[in-house]
């Protein structure tokens, strides 16, 4: 009897051992996995599900904060299609970020530490522009006009034999006589296209035209009687002056004409459309056939059919389902052109986003004043003047 007691005092003995080693290395087991996650990346199931989009965001930006992978961008933009373009988030709208993809730690405690930013207000109407000069050059947009433009002058010839002139050349320019030229006076540089014509309805549209440098007079070539009297028997229309080439945007040659420098400032204010409207991107600058983002774009109405500097329009995409009927879908916004300079019957734009190209021709939507300003409020800003 005394041994059977025995044997049961060693079993449960044994088995109170057991339960410590059991119970401790479920302890040391807990203790090991929350040092691993302390410093490793925080796993799927714990990353936040939500990212309040703050001014100046894009979905690159987020995936490489979030994820430490800016190329993981399309899915993230598949995951929130309300979102019409990555470049251009809208302050305030609420992405849902990937599931199954590690977050980093680092943005989790960026997140924790930092209070979340307000959203950008509403664009002040009135007191603040946008500055475009980040899209575009704005003293090398051209314009397109409808009638043949009357040039100030030409270039006669460089101080030096070149075929091809640039930037800080000296130069002959024929002036026409007619026009008040004085030192210090700039001009423009330009080259004319042939008439081109509506890329949709092919009737005749007008000339692009393309602006090559600026130039700024020195002075006027003194002549001789004698010099005088032989140049004014060959061309009495005309006198010659000093002149530097100050700005080169493309090449420019002898016998390219010049127009008076008309300055236009990057700073833009933004004007509600007057009425609703609707055309076509109808010219490309440089003529080419496809635009994108930055892109200067011309239009075939202006100031007189009541648009603005500062209009905001819609790029569409027309589309239409194959089908014996082939029915019509409603049009796709796939970017947006802010108008820069608006003459009497033509308009100049740049693209300032679109979810990629699209070809000379593409429909435009002026957009109302209260959805410009929430794409308007996305671009740096800028002080009137």
């Known amino acids: 009897m005394r041994v059977d007691l025995s ?12 339960r410590k080693k059991f119970w401790l290395a479920i ?40 994820y430490g992978d800016e190329e993981l961008w399309p899915k993230l933009w598949q995951m ?18 990937l599931e199954g993809v590690p977050v980093k730690e680092s943005a989790i405690k960026e997140i924790e530490k ?17 500055d475009i000069s980040g899209f575009t050059d704005v003293k090398s947009i051209g314009f397109l006009s409808t009638k043949e433009v009357e040039p100030w002058g030409r ?58 440098g600026r130039v700024r007079i020195k002075e006027k070539v003194k002549e001789t009687m004698e ?16 002149a530097e080439i100050i700005e080169s945007y493309r090449a420019a040659q002898v016998g390219d004409p010049v127009l008076s420098y008309e300055p236009i400032s990057p700073c833009i204010e933004p004007m509600p459309m007057e009425r609703e409207l609707t055309t076509n991107v109808v010219a490309v600058k440089d003529l ?18 009541g648009i603005r500097r500062g209009n905001l329009f819609e790029i569409l995409e027309k589309r239409e389902v194959e089908s014996p009927k082939k029915r019509m879908l409603p049009d796709l916004v796939i970017g947006h052109a802010v108008v820069m300079e608006a003459r009497p019957d033509t308009a100049t734009g740049v693209v300032i986003d679109t979810r990629g190209e699209f070809p000379n021709g593409a429909y435009l939507k002026g957009v109302d004043w209260m959805s410009a300003q929430g794409v308007l409020s996305l671009l740096p800003e800028c002080p009137l003047q």
């Open 114 to 130: 930092t209070p979340p930013k307000a959203s950008a207000p509403a664009f002040a109407y009135g007191k603040t522009g946008l």
């Open 80 to 97: 929130n299609p309300f979102i019409t373009n990555p470049h251009l988030l809208k302050p305030g709208d609420v992405i849902t970020l």
């Open 288 to 305: 080419r056939e496809i635009a994108g983002q930055f892109t200067v774009v011309y239009l075939p109405y202006g100031y007189n059919e």
């Open 155 to 212: 270039i006669l010839s460089g101080e030096e034999k070149k075929v091809v002139l640039s930037e800080g050349d000296k130069i002959y320019v024929s002036m026409k006589r007619e026009r008040e030229i004085n030192p210090g006076d700039l001009f423009t540089i330009y080259r004319d296209s042939r008439m081109l014509k509506h890329p949709l309805e092919r009737k005749r549209l007008g000339y692009v035209i393309s602006f090559l």
């Open 7 to 18: 044997f049961k005092e060693n079993i449960h003995s044994e088995v109170r051992a057991l």
């Open 27 to 66: 302890l040391l087991t807990v203790i090991f996995i929350w040092f691993v996650n302390l410093h490793a990346t925080v796993p799927a199931g714990a990353q936040p599900l939500k990212h309040t989009v703050q001014r100046g965001d894009t979905l690159w930006d987020i995936c490489k904060k979030y």
């Open 227 to 242: 010099e005088s009297q032989k140049n004014r028997e060959v061309d009495q229309e005309s006198e010659l002056y000093k």
